[in-house]
């Protein structure tokens, strides 16, 4: 075997080894409709310390959080927009509805939770949709939370006043 010492041998030497043939497997992978019996798709999104269990399936566009309509539960229009960016990114608005319960942190970091668990059950539902999704970042969970308090600390960080006297 001899020794490759540049990107032409390289490429000689694998092309001498595999020649090109349509039998080349790409490395993606192939994603499949993960639907329940009911023909749903569940994911749970986290933000914060939310945690959202999203159910989502055809429908007129219903958005259901713990019982009560999204505007009820939701009452601030930012929160509401946040919870409808999934659909526009992905050009289904009106087409899925949803059935989420969440539970911690607050309103802000709930509505968070819904659209990430949104983003993942209409992946799963509609595997299509997922570069759009993942382009406009709606795939990623954030991941920042609140520090911790430590001692001898007002708050995580901040120090008590300091007197010279």
Do not use: C
């Amino acid at each position: 075997m001899s020794d490759i010492k540049s990107l032409d041998e390289l490429k000689s030497a694998v092309s001498a080894a595999a020649p090109s043939s349509p039998a080349v497997v790409s490395m993606a992978p192939v994603r499949v409709q993960v639907r329940d019996k009911l023909g749903r798709s569940y994911a749970t999104g986290k933000r914060k310390n939310a945690i959202a269990r999203v159910w989502v399936k055809p429908g007129s566009g219903k958005v259901v959080v713990n019982g009560k309509e999204m505007a009820a539960y939701f009452a601030r229009p930012v929160l509401q927009m946040i919870l409808k960016q999934p659909f526009t990114i992905a050009n289904v608005e009106g087409q899925f509805d949803v059935f989420a319960t969440v539970s911690g942190g607050g309103l802000s970091g709930q509505a968070g939770a819904v659209k990430h668990g949104i983003s993942k059950a209409l992946q799963l539902y509609e595997p299509t949709l997922r570069p759009a999704l993942k382009a406009a970042g709606f795939l990623t969970r954030d991941s920042r939370v609140v520090e911790r308090k430590k001692y001898g600390k007002a708050k995580a960080r901040r120090s008590f006043q300091f007197s010279k006297r």
